[in-house]
């Protein structure tokens, strides 16, 4: 389990960003006036399908090592 994140992110073929990143994902500009603000419609299979496989293998490490990415994966997740 000691190279389990390293491994999980050669495996999905994740590159360190050039400057640190504060937030866990991009913002979206608010849209004053509307009932509810949803993501953009990215709903393909094969996005639905990695997103599916990411959070899985960090599932099963939160589970077992860190429980501290729970949130994490929950905002991820939905």
Known sequence: MLNYVTDALKRFHHTR??????????????????KKQYAPDSDSKANKKFVQEVTGTFLYYARAVDLTILTALGSIAT
């Open 17 to 34: 960003p050039r400057k640190a990143q504060d937030q866990p994902h991009a913002h979206l500009n608010t849209i004053y006036g509307a």
